[in-house]
């Protein structure tokens, strides 16, 4: 569903009467909500999904485990609660800290440009915060069932405990928006001096295909960018919604102290390497996960037209085959960084989140790694994702990551060389090869061959 084209003050109203149909993301960004809970999510709410029934397997359920064993504990302070505790426990850095300032989550109420949402992630967990709040918010990547959604209380307890969310975010995080699984969007928009979002302005869906002048806005954003534009640090005036908006102040911003209390946070940055990655990120587990449903689905739609046609066990049917393919084929680009928004100057944070990213990188004997930045031209130096060594790319079905690895096969090797594909140098191509035959485990045995040899797939 499209964004409602209404002007702030419109918005101011709407947020107040109908707090379901404004933005309201539970964790990332603003998104459009108009889409029922029942409707959106009724497909992976059953067999074979059985979203919200189906036993957890991720870092948050993990966690609550060894609270509950007493392996673990949660300290807590009387500044942010659980949060600094809880993210030494799941290892995610503090310098992963951005900052959002738009009224465009679950609590709303609580955020302004003067009192920013912190959000913080690593590879397969987020985190928001908000000053004030009874409560952190948790998203995390289950292999099997996308993205899961918890609340912390943040009152002092014995026994701290995570709650699943699923309705309250379900309206947002599971529809069109997010390829229509659980998942996430982050958007880009144009914010008044109250925190509301300016939708008459227009919104951008964000990843790493969007160009940098549509990015970050809501957002505040520390670091150089040279003579690139983008729209963080940007609060909008009543004569600026209807005049070409001038955002030269909110450019190569490297400190926010003047714009809010920056001491009620962890760190006192919002750094845009660590927004570049975030943006990446999220489409990425959208796109896993919707391989995995496409998949899982179409299995079983045909186990239950082969019973119903008493045709033998495990007849495959063309349908089944170009589901599963479509849905990898999606996957595979995204990997690939297919489309990605070209850089024209150098890009530089303003915290250790860049070494600290890259130094948790597997690296081959030539000292290369997947997550190597470039920061110049693109986002990473070798375009092939991370995501690639997560346990949602590893747990995916065979029929997918068989689909997949002669895909990528295939592209990097040369013997694909469409037009999707064609910024990928020929240098790009041996290098990544390189570097998964070194350090990825479970590549299927076909990959030991040499490159000039096409493998059918495991």
């Keep these: 569903m499209a964004p409602f084209s209404i002007s702030s003050r419109q918005a101011r109203g709407l947020g107040n009467r109908w707090p379901g149909r404004i933005g309201l993301l539970c964790l990332i960004a603003l998104g459009s909500c108009g889409v029922p809970h029942q409707i959106a999510a009724q497909d992976f709410e059953r067999d074979p999904i059985n979203y919200i029934t189906a036993p957890t397997n991720n870092p948050i359920s993990r966690l609550q485990l060894q609270l509950n064993n007493g392996t673990e504990h949660l300290d807590r302070d009387d500044r942010q ?106 958007r880009s928009v144009y914010v008044d001096r109250s925190g509301f979002p300016v939708l008459s302005m227009g919104t951008h869906r964000i990843d790493h ?9 809501g957002w505040y954003v520390t670091g150089t960018h040279g003579e690139q534009s983008h729209l963080g640090n940007l609060i909008i005036s009543g004569s600026q919604e209807r005049e070409p908006v001038d955002n030269a102040s909110g450019q190569n911003v490297t400190n926010l102290d003047t714009r809010f209390e920056t001491s009620a946070y962890l760190s006192s940055d919002s750094d845009l390497v660590a927004l570049m990655v975030l ?74 989140f860049a070494k600290e990213f890259s130094d948790r990188g597997l690296r081959d004997p030539q000292g290369r790694s997947l997550r190597d930045f470039d920061l110049e031209h693109r986002l990473f ?36 060389r469409s037009r999707e594909f064609s910024r990928l140098s020929d240098a790009d191509r041996t290098a990544i090869l390189e570097i998964l035959r070194a350090t990825k485990p479970g590549l299927p045995e076909s990959w030991s061959q040499r490159p000039t040899e096409q493998p059918n797939g495991r």
């Design 81 to 186: 609660g659980y949060l600094k505790s809880v993210l030494e426990l799941l290892e995610i850095p503090v310098s992963s800290q951005t900052l959002v300032f738009s009224k465009t989550s679950l609590q709303r109420q609580l955020i302004a440009p003067r009192t920013p949402r912190a959000i913080y992630f690593n590879d397969d967990v987020y985190v928001g915060y908000c000053q004030h709040s009874d409560k952190l918010e948790f998203s995390t990547a289950d292999p099997s069932l996308g993205a899961v959604f918890y609340t912390l209380s943040q009152e002092a307890s014995e026994k701290p405990a995570f709650f699943r969310q699923n309705d309250n975010c379900l309206s947002c995080h599971g529809t069109s928006n997010t390829r229509n699984v659980p998942g996430h969007l982050v």
């Design 209 to 217: 295909t969007s160009p940098i002048n549509q990015r970050w806005g």
């Design 279 to 352: 943006e990446h990120q999220v489409e990425g587990h959208n796109l896993l996960t919707r391989a995995n449903y496409q998949t899982r689905e179409a299995l079983y739609a045909e186990s239950r037209l082969n019973q119903d046609l008493k045709e033998p066990a495990g007849h495959r049917w063309e349908s089944t085959t170009s589901r599963i393919q479509s849905a990898s084929e999606a996957l595979v680009k995204y990997l690939l960084f297919c489309g990605e928004a070209p850089l024209t100057a150098r890009l530089q944070g303003t915290t250790s």
């Design 381 to 416: 130096r070798y375009p092939c994702s991370y995501l690639i060594y997560s346990r949602s790319f590893d747990e995916l079905p065979e029929e997918a990551k068989t689909f997949i690895w002669r895909r990528l096969w295939e592209v990097l090797t040369g013997a694909d």
